[in-house]
């Protein structure tokens, strides 16, 4: 039973451009969620999706978004990159339900020049 | 509003010597409550969670955490320390009523001295 998978592993960009990291989630998960982390600090919610809609959001820019799936996959999105975007980029997965536990990935390194 | 305070930034202890990883917690609802673990290069690995059953919970790898309401804590022990058990540890609160946005601590960095 495969975990949860991103992808790519690392990529590097430069300042304005855009980018897309992808995400399967665990077998039987329906709820994608997206987390930044920046260096030395805790992950931080960009937002979340389920049956394709966008339920939650944090605290991030319009440049963030996203999409979900009709296989539950997903992909985040960041237009007009920014050096501060650089960090590691976490996706989750669960089932709908308050309170449960999510699944990690190893996550996507960006590195924004 | 939730937020997670973790007290110590960085914890030393001597191998076989117990751990412990404080957490203060802040919510406008009854909390469930994670703690998550971070070796290097790989993704976060749940260590236990807590949702309103029994206050103490026992979670993988020897580690347990215990659930103080009056204290608003949630801090993570383990008996004896072990040299894999060095990495970053974070705890975590979610109590969303719809959806499961967890907030994060800023994490505990531990390292196990030989």
């Known amino acids: 039973d495969a975990g949860v998978t991103q992808s790519p592993t690392h990529l590097i960009k430069t300042r304005g451009q855009q980018v897309t990291l992808r995400c399967s989630p665990k077998s039987g998960h329906d709820t994608v969620s997206w987390y930044q982390q920046a260096l030395g600090q805790g992950p931080q919610f960009i937002f979340q999706?389920?049956?394709?809609?966008?339920?939650q959001r944090g605290n991030f820019p319009d440049r963030f978004s996203g999409h979900q799936f009709p296989n539950y996959s997903s992909e985040l999105n960041v237009n007009a990159l920014l050096l501060g975007d650089s960090a590691l980029y976490l996706c989750?997965?669960?089932?709908?339900?308050?309170?449960?536990?999510?699944?990690f990935g190893s996550g996507t390194q960006l590195s924004v020049l | 509003a939730q937020s997670v305070t973790q007290l110590d930034s960085h914890v030393s202890v001597s191998e076989g010597t117990p751990v412990l990883l404080r957490c203060n917690y802040s919510s406008s609802y009854s909390p469930s409550l994670f703690w998550y673990v971070q070796h290097p290069n790989k993704g976060l690995q749940l260590l236990l969670k807590?949702?309103?059953?029994?206050?103490l919970v026992k979670g993988i790898n020897g580690f347990e955490a215990e659930f103080k309401k009056s204290e608003t804590s949630f801090h993570l022990t383990k008996p004896s320390a072990h040299m894999s058990d060095a990495a970053e540890y974070f705890c975590?609160?979610?109590?969303?009523?719809?959806?499961?946005?967890?907030?994060f601590g800023t994490g505990t960095s531990l390292t196990v001295i030989p």
């Open positions: 989750a997965s669960s089932f709908w339900d308050p309170n449960e536990k999510l699944f």
């Open positions: 807590y949702t309103s059953a029994a206050t």
């Open positions: 975590v609160v979610t109590t969303t009523p719809t959806g499961n946005q967890f907030y």
């Open positions: 999706y389920y049956e394709e809609e966008e339920r």
